[in-house]
T-cell receptor, first 112, second 115 residues
């Protein structure tokens, strides 16, 4: 079956620190992979995605590379800001399917 | 920027009562979804909806759940007789395409508390 496992939080970092949130997946086929972000009081927003192996998704300074050999899609950012404080969700969708499988979410708090 | 809106943001209901969670998807989207997240657990797919009918549903979406698009703008999730274990955050989403590898837009969620 399909599942996503992501790093448990919460994660607290100082401003300008390096961020990694780990995500690994199990899938029966060839999924597309996503990171969604939920800022306080808002809906889930697509942050970045990758649709095939070795693709790198990037947005707002965040990056994640689709690693088929390790079934991973770790989220990274070189220098976090207070405004990055949010809950981050890793997700996958099987090719041709129309429902997302999510991880539990990781709460990130960035302190000045 | 267009957005999916959900009401109410928080609903408290007594066990056994019916609740209706409301969503206004993005106006030109044709595919609609409900997901839920029980506290501390994963966000789980409930149902997808297109052309006034359910296109896919999960095992969670049993007979006590129903969805409806009563008019051209709203998309609702009804829980007929709530149980304590229905307490969760419910997210509505919509997309232009049925393939979720295109972008799905999510609402801010409705927190349902069953007491």
């Amino acid at each position: 079956g399909n599942s996503v496992t992501q790093m448990e939080g919460p994660v607290t970092l100082s401003e300008e620190a390096f961020l990694t949130i780990n995500c690994t997946y199990t899938a029966t086929g060839y999924p597309s992979l996503f990171w969604y972000v939920q800022y306080p009081g808002e809906g889930l927003q697509l942050l970045l995605k990758a649709t095939k192996a070795d693709d790198k998704g990037s947005n707002k300074g965040f990056e994640a590379t689709y690693r088929k050999e390790t079934t991973s899609f770790h989220l990274e950012k070189g220098s976090v800001q207070v405004s990055d404080s949010a809950v981050y969700f890793c997700a996958l969708v099987e090719r041709g399917a129309n429902n997302l499988f999510f991880g539990t979410g990781t709460r990130l708090t960035v302190i000045p | 920027e267009p957005e999916v809106t959900q009401t109410p943001s928080h609903q408290v209901t007594q066990m056994g009562q019916e609740v209706i969670l409301r969503c206004v998807p993005i106006s030109n989207h044709l595919y609609f979804y409900w997901y839920r997240q029980i506290l501390g657990q994963k966000v789980e797919f409930l149902v997808s909806f297109y052309n006034n009918e359910i296109s896919e549903k999960s095992e969670i979406f049993d007979d006590q759940f129903s969805v409806e698009r009563p008019d051209g703008s709203n998309f609702t999730l009804k829980i007929r007789s709530t149980k304590l274990e229905d307490s969760a955050m419910y997210f509505c989403a919509s997309s232009e395409s049925p393939r979720m590898n295109t972008e799905a837009f999510f609402g801010q969620g409705t927190r349902l508390t069953v007491v």
